[in-house]
């Protein structure tokens, strides 16, 4: 079905735009035309956008659909309709399945499925060891051709520094990305929370700051020597932002993300233990989050990730250091986004940058624009929208996350994917 | 943040998690109460009848006979019927949650849960998840508090010295792993002690330890200078294999109280250690037995102390603000 | 509202009163506080030998769900053995009974005395409890919602009447 988008805001940082444009969209779900109606175009339906922002679908670097294996927490089907009711239309999924993205099939499986509910657009990743166990590589080559953009250990840890530089080497001579999460397992051990004034006052296991710097340390020197394109997944301090700002300088071919609740919550966010709070990596200080925010300003982060990972309720309701980490975060990776926008740490551009063109560009995609040509996945939010986030009111099948109760400003209204108009004003109008 | 759980719509204390959120106020009430409670300990019959009917559940997920046996002691003393749960070895290990074991319990009516967790923050799990008229006591969760522990202490050390705004305390020992320790400390700061040490070698010593408001000492002799008061902790075994301490020798060398270390606080200075201690390992033999030690009156206080808790939190609390009492039935 | 009682006179009559009890050597314990107070006076005015007890009963009371824990618990201390003596139990206002109840249970938690006596300041209507006063200060006619106490200290104790609101 052509449609055309009048009326709205186009904010498309890929092709420098920032004003009051129409969109159109041609049947076959390419966007034909930007600002004026092509001779003869005839919409089948119009979307009226007047006073909200139209930019591209937003693109998620990480997200856990929890299937296959974890399907009692989450489906695909709950996660991606959750998906385009937070105006995201990509979503890269982690390899640590059960089992593991580590052969081509399963690369296939996930892709295909999610394509067969047609909600939002999987990129899996793959594993950058066989089984995640650290000591074989993986079919790289093989999982790259069925549809892998990237390859990771996930949050399993390759202790052995060795067989890390052959993945690194491995993945370099394919031209393949490598996404890092870096952490020591010794330094972490049990922890839970980072390692400081709130482990102190509440006694609970912590993370040090330099379970992070020691391995992204390892891991830069390794880049360096191997020269593979790196991706620092989730920094969560201050120092290890400095490292990766410094290497940056220096030509190493290597980008960072930041979790979206990383730029606001902090350790004193766990208050009396609220398990809403246990993630991983920790929330560390407010110095470690003032830091996050400043490198996402300056450009040395240039990826927000909702690292969504919905959990049933009982995961969440044991003591702390029991619970399971992780927040359900795809419905609010945009309302977080903006409120940096709010707060006046960076401009609504660059905003929709760290969740669209950046995130492309890291993946080495065309995807997270709207040129003449381009693929029609499209976000239509209104900016002014306020709204609270409740348990009752959340797509997802997890309705773990530290933010309910939390006031927002800024609303999907429409998500678009492939030129079909998969969410709107909270309904899925194609799906059951 | 949630409002504190600890107390309810009135202000009055329901529950007894932490002394984190408890005014000075509120601590010496309970202080005053565990005094009058000692003297019921002296007496032929050693009972009152305040929780006659209520039914007082100890639900300990740790093992710990000491502790048990005193609350035990504290719940019967007011005339409460006494249920002993040692979770450990039934339902908890064939994989019930924490809440369904709480949950379970609850269906036989009980009034008030006495628990002891290996996690931190376990009872603050469990009472944000009982009905209204059920209560918890924190008897250990993790080494994130034991509030009746630090009440216990402070009220030893209150008998002995009076006034603890004009103190020194030293705290010795495993700080990292302590409950115990982070109690104490939160106490003694409401208490307004103007100087709170802690002695420790760098691994049990928590990072950021002087945001809670001590000096850290890592030389003992410095650390007990001049001070009033010499609260010893426990070592437990394991830290020597956890890569923490070398060995036994070492630590006593040390961070043992001799009667020599001992000598470097004033004169009339007093110990305390919460128990059960390692003879020759935190405390010399003569430090323990000697004149200084109010080890054995802690335990006799530890029930007064408990049955005052008790009686606080199941009465409807002492009032931060009090409530207008109706004309008292004369 | 002070009422117009004549407190030195009738702790007087009620010492004389209790006189004749003086040969089977009793023991006198007061009800914490204003009890206490009168129970002072009463011990100096018969020159009892054996020293005051004080009760405080709120461990006994039977409100305590309702209530809670008085901040203010004073402890207990009887320090002469009431085994088998014969005790004078005082308290300053006698009203429903309630509190000479739980002050009985607590003396008996201390042992068993011989008798118990009641000696009160003030007695005033509505008895809840079968329980009665052997002697009697003043008889004092009050509605429900006034609230009648003893204030100031041993020395200089004198009548309030407060109204309670409903």
């Known amino acids: 079905m052509s449609l055309a988008i009048r009326g709205g805001v186009l904010v498309d940082p890929a092709n420098r735009v920032n004003a009051k444009r129409d969109l159109y969209i041609d049947t076959e779900g390419f966007v034909v035309a930007v600002g004026r109606a092509p001779r003869g175009f005839k919409a089948r339906r119009t979307i009226d956008a007047t006073n909200k922002i139209v930019c591209p679908g937003l693109i998620d670097l990480r997200a856990r659909l929890r299937e296959p294996g974890l399907e009692h927490k989450a489906t695909l089907e709950s996660e991606l309709r959750a998906a385009v009711a937070g105006g995201i239309t990509t979503l890269c999924c982690p390899p640590d399945t059960m089992p593991v993205i580590d052969t081509p099939a399963m690369a296939q499986m996930i892709q295909s499925r999610a394509w067969h509910f047609g909600y939002a657009f999987i990129h899996p990743f793959g594993a950058l060891t066989r089984d995640l166990k650290g000591q074989q590589l993986a079919d790289m080559e093989a999982l790259d051709d069925a549809g892998c953009v990237a390859f990771t250990n996930a949050m399993a840890p390759v202790t052995n520094t060795l067989v890390m530089r052959r993945a690194m080497e491995y993945a370099a001579s394919f031209d393949l990305s490598v996404f890092l999460h870096s952490e020591d397992p010794w330094l972490k051990a049990d922890g839970c929370c980072h390692e400081g004034e709130i482990s102190a006052r509440l006694g609970l296991p912590g993370i040090p700051e330099a379970a992070e710097t020691v391995a992204v340390a390892r891991d830069l020197a390794l880049i360096d020597q191997t020269r593979v394109r790196a991706h620092f997944c989730g920094l969560s301090s201050a ?127 065309e995807s997270g624009r709207i040129g003449v040509g381009a693929t029609a996945d499209i976000c239509i939010f209104d900016p002014k929208a306020l709204w609270t986030l409740t348990a009752a009111s959340m797509t997802s099948r997890g309705r773990n996350s530290p933010f309910l109760g939390t006031e927002f400003r800024g609303r999907v209204s429409h998500t678009i994917v492939g030129g079909r108009v998969v969410f709107e004003n909270g309904k899925f109008p194609l799906g059951r | 943040m949630r409002p ?123 009472a ?82 002087e945001r809670l408001g001590v000096v850290a000492y890592t030389d003992m002799r410095a650390g007990l200078d001049g001070v009033d008061v010499v609260m010893m902790l426990r070592l437990q075994l394991e830290r020597m294999s956890g890569a923490l301490i070398p060995s036994e020798q070492e630590y006593f060398n040390l961070y043992g109280l001799t009667p020599e270390k001992l000598a470097c606080a004033k004169a009339d200075a007093i110990v305390l250690h919460p128990g059960p201690m390692n003879r020759g390992l935190e405390i010399d033999s003569a430090v323990a037995d000697g004149p200084q030690s109010v080890i054995l009156p802690q335990v006799t206080n530890g029930i007064a102390v408990r049955m005052a808790i008790m009686a606080i939190i199941m009465g409807g609390g002492t009032a931060e603000t009090q409530p207008r009492r109706p004309e008292a039935a004369a | 509202m002070s009422a117009r009682i004549d407190i030195d006179a009738t702790i007087e009559r009620m010492a004389e009163a209790l006189h004749p009890m003086l040969k089977k050597r009793p023991v006198m314990v007061g009800i914490h506080t204003g009890g206490v107070w009168v129970a002072q006076r009463l011990h100096r005015a018969l020159k009892l030998t054996d020293a005051l007890g004080a009760l405080d009963i709120s461990f006994y009371r039977d409100d305590f769900t309702r209530i809670g824990m008085n901040p203010q618990v004073k402890a207990s ?10 005790v004078i139990l005082v308290d300053d206002v006698l009203h429903t009974g309630r509190t000479i109840r739980a002050a009985m249970n607590e003396i008996f938690d201390y042992g068993r005395p011989a008798s118990v006596t009641l000696a009160v300041l003030i007695a005033r209507e509505g008895r809840e409890l079968p329980i009665e006063a052997q002697v009697t200060g003043a008889q004092m006619h009050l509605k429900k919602r006034q609230h009648v106490k003893l204030i100031g200290e041993p020395d200089r104790l004198a009548i309030e009447i407060q109204e309670v609101n409903g």
Not at chain 1, 300 to 324: G, M, N, R
Not at chain 2, 188 to 204: C, F, M, S
């Open chain 1, 239 to 365: 120092r290890a932002v400095q490292m990766v700002a410094e290497a940056q300088r220096r030509g190493l071919p290597v980008s960072a993300d930041v979790t979206a609740h990383h730029l606001h919550l902090t350790e004193h966010d766990i208050g009396y233990f609220d398990t809403q709070c246990h993630v991983q990596p920790p929330l560390r200080s407010r110095r470690d989050r003032d830091a996050l925010r400043r490198a996402v300003k300056q450009g040395v982060i240039t990826a927000i990730c909702s690292d969504h990972q919905p959990h049933e309720p009982d995961a969440k309701l044991a003591p702390f250091s029991d619970a399971e980490p992780g927040i359900s975060g795809l419905e609010t990776f945009l309302p977080l986004t903006l409120k940096l926008v709010n707060e006046k740490l960076i401009p609504l551009p660059q905003a929709i940058a760290l969740l669209t063109q950046k995130p492309a560009d890291i993946l080495g995609l």
């Open chain 2, 4 to 126: 504190d759980l600890q107390f309810d719509n009135n202000g009055r204390l329901k529950h007894f998690l932490t002394i984190d959120g408890l005014s000075r106020q509120t601590i010496l009430q309970i202080l005053d109460t565990a005094k009058s409670f000692i003297s019921v300990g002296q007496r032929e019959i050693k009972k009152v009848p305040l929780l006659r009917g209520k039914t007082v559940v100890n639900l300990f997920f740790e093992s710990s006979t000491r502790t048990r046996t005193t609350f035990e002691i504290a719940a019967k003393r007011l005339s409460a019927d006494v249920i002993n749960l040692n979770v450990a070895t039934s339902s908890a290990s064939k994989g019930e949650t924490l809440l369904d074991t709480v949950r379970n319990l609850e269906a036989m009516h009980t009034d008030l849960f006495v628990v002891r967790h290996n996690r931190a923050g376990a009872a603050h799990l469990i």
């Open chain 2, 128 to 209: 944000a998840h009982v009905p209204p008229h059920v209560r918890i006591i924190n008897a250990g969760d993790g080494a994130h508090a034991h509030p009746t522990q630090a009440m216990l202490d402070v009220f030893t050390i209150r008998e002995a010295k009076g006034d603890l705004r004009k103190l020194k305390v030293a705290i010795v020992g495993d700080i990292q792993h302590s409950r115990v320790a982070r109690s104490q400390i939160r106490a003694l700061k409401a208490l307004g002690v103007p100087e709170i040490r802690v002695v420790a070698p760098r691994t049990l010593l928590p990072t950021a330890i």
């Open chain 3, 77 to 86: 201390s009887l320090p002469v053995s009431i085994e088998d003596r014969h």
